[in-house]
T-cell receptor, first 115, second 111 residues
């Protein structure tokens, strides 16, 4: 079983469209994250939810809206896609238990291409 | 915000050689993590460090949490072709949840 799974793995779409990426973790973790990895492989945190509550909200355009229906799921909806949104988006999760809160487990990524 | 400087940016080595990479921070970190990312995959945790001065091994990998709490290094001994990938350091400062990532070291191993 995949611990942190994202769908879709690849997403090719036109500028201006709205799209969603889904993430699910079966690790029983309390906290989930979305990262963006650009073409230079730099990993940047976007959002984090702890028990369905938003705890990290970096400087991200408000076209990006995370939603956490329960602590095992964190979805990312993007409105009015732009060329600069093309990147790999990673979901991650961690558990709030002593020192282990700092260990984040990543999904395989969603490769978004905006044409 | 906190920044991590990771070096080198890339390395080309022969199979069997040892490798060393490091990260330095402009501020104190409480936790250092080292991840590896294979092509087309997400980062996978290699080693976690929680105390200044801590030296931890995982097979051929050894990492240390610098005594100043502003740096960490990762060594790979006797490299093999499957060591190829991007290695990231990540650090946690004051926030319980936020990790700051280095820009990665791309490792290429020639058989």
């Amino acid at each position: 079983d995949t611990a942190v799974s994202q769908t879709p793995k690849y997403l090719v779409t036109q500028m201006g469209n709205d799209k969603s990426i889904k993430c699910e973790q079966n690790l029983g973790h309390d906290t989930m994250y979305w990262y963006k990895q650009d073409s230079k492989k730099f990993l940047k945190i976007m959002f984090s939810y702890n028990n369905k509550e938003l705890i990290i909200n970096e400087t991200v355009p408000n076209r990006f809206s995370p939603k956490s229906p329960d602590k095992a799921h964190l979805n990312l909806h993007i409105n009015s896609l732009e060329l600069g949104d093309s990147a790999v988006y990673f979901c991650a999760s961690s558990q709030q238990l002593g020192l282990a809160v700092h260990i984040q487990y990543f999904g395989a990524g969603t490769r978004l291409s905006v044409l | 915000g906190q920044q991590l400087n990771q070096s080198p940016q890339s390395m080309f080595i022969q199979e069997g050689e040892d490798v060393s990479m490091n990260c330095t921070s402009s501020s104190i970190f409480n936790t250092w993590l080292w991840y590896k990312q294979d092509p087309g995959e997400g980062p996978v945790l290699l080693i976690a460090l929680y105390k200044a001065g801590e030296l931890t091994s995982n097979g051929r990998l050894t990492a240390q949490f610098g005594i100043t709490r502003k740096d960490s290094f990762l060594n790979i001994s006797a490299s093999i072709p499957s060591d190829v990938g991007i290695y990231f350091c990540a650090g946690r400062g004051g926030s319980n949840y936020k990790l700051t990532f280095g820009k990665g070291t791309l490792l290429t191993v020639n058989p």
